[in-house]
Structure formats: structure tokens, C-alpha cells
């Protein structure tokens, strides 16, 4: 496997990997429902957080995809 399928590969793990941490936290903002107004607020603003960090990952990552299918041309 040369240096550059690799690279590919890992990407799409990656991908993987933030899809899988991206329905996590949906799914506890989802749940947060159940806790009070205080803890919402908390919860809410580390949870939004971290999916504004996951969105830049994944841009990100799109990014590194375009590059290399524009180095394979």
C-alpha cells in the first residue's frame, strides 16, 4: 500500500470517527430535555461546542479529500 492510500484510508476513518462522535452528542442534546433549566444551559453550551469543533473537522477533512483527489488528476 503506497503513502497516499493510506493517507486516504485514514480519512475515511476519520470520517467514520466524527459521524459516530457527531450522533453522540445528538443524542445527549436530545436527553438533555430531562434536566433543569441550569443544567441545560451548561450542557447546552459544551455540547454546542463541541459540535461547532466536529463541523470544523470535517471541513477540514473535506478539504484534505479534495486535495488529494486533485492530486491523483
Request: charged share 40%; net charge negative.
Amino acid at each position: 500500500m503506497n503513502r497516499e492510500q493510506a493517507l486516504v484510508e485514514r480519512v475515511a476513518v476519520a470520517k467514520k470517527e466524527l459521524d459516530a462522535a457527531d450522533d453522540k452528542l445528538a443524542r445527549l442534546l436530545h436527553e438533555v430535555g430531562a434536566a433543569s433549566r441550569s443544567e441545560k444551559t451548561k450542557i447546552s453550551r459544551v455540547v454546542e461546542d463541541a459540535l461547532g469543533k466536529l463541523r470544523a473537522a470535517r471541513d477540514h477533512l473535506s478539504d484534505l479529500e479534495r486535495r488529494l483527489a486533485s492530486d491523483d488528476e
